[in-house]
T-cell receptor, first 110, second 115 residues
């Protein structure tokens, strides 16, 4: 089966930087996605990595190392509204659906 | 542009009853996915439609679940008869194509509680 791991919970301070890690062991790899989900709302797309390296998009960046089966989401200049669950999802070769980790619940404190 | 919508937002039914969930994808999106999240677990894939055809239904848990997408627009997911373990949040997602960068856009989900 596919295995995607991420920490269950994290807490960080407003204005700080936080890094949310995701490791995966899957049968093939065809892209990694990060989603943000506020309670009771739809998961919303944040970033996509398929090649090694860093993708930057405003305050959010995502990194991928395919050889290590590892990704992280970096959130800078944290704001209270960034308190949410962050979902790591992998698409494997030969499939179109996503395989998700259990999500990391981030709490931003003043 | 309207996003993916799902109806109802919440449903509470008794074991043995039938429930039908509806998903309206983003207009023009040929690909529609159903996922489910049970309490404490990760979001898991159920099935994938391309237009009105089932492309992949490998995630459907058993034959109590029936998904349809007549006309290739909205989709329904029927659970009959519902069991306690069917409780969870059912998400729908859609994409326009199947290219590498095609992002799956999710709806807010239907929270199903089976008593």
């Amino acid at each position: 089966g596919q295995n995607i791991d991420q920490p269950t919970e994290m807490t960080a301070t407003e204005g700080a930087i936080v890094q949310i890690n995701c490791t995966y062991q899957t049968s093939g790899f065809n892209g990694l996605f990060w989603y943000q989900q506020h309670a009771g709302e739809a998961p919303t797309f944040l970033s996509y990595n398929v090649l090694d390296g860093l993708e930057e998009k405003g305050r959010f960046s995502s990194f991928l190392s395919r050889s290590k089966g590892y990704s992280y989401l970096l959130l800078k200049e944290l704001q209270m509204k960034d308190s949410a669950s962050y979902l790591c999802a992998v698409r494997v070769t030969g499939a179109n659906n996503l395989f998700f980790g259990t999500g990391t619940r981030l709490t931003v404190i003043p | 542009e309207a996003g993916v919508t799902q109806f109802p937002s919440h449903s509470v039914i008794e074991k043995g009853q039938t429930v039908t969930l509806r998903c309206d994808p983003i207009s023009g999106h040929d690909n529609l996915y159903w996922y489910r999240r049970v309490m404490g677990k990760e979001i898991k894939f159920l099935l994938h439609f391309v237009k009105e055809s089932k492309q992949d239904e490998s995630g459907m848990p058993n034959n109590r679940f029936l998904a349809e997408r007549t006309g290739g627009t909205y989709s329904t997911l029927k659970v009959q008869p519902a069991e306690l373990e069917d409780s969870g949040v059912y998400f729908c997602a859609s994409t326009q194509g199947l290219g590498g960068t095609d992002t799956q856009y999710f709806g807010p989900g239907t929270r199903l509680t089976v008593l």
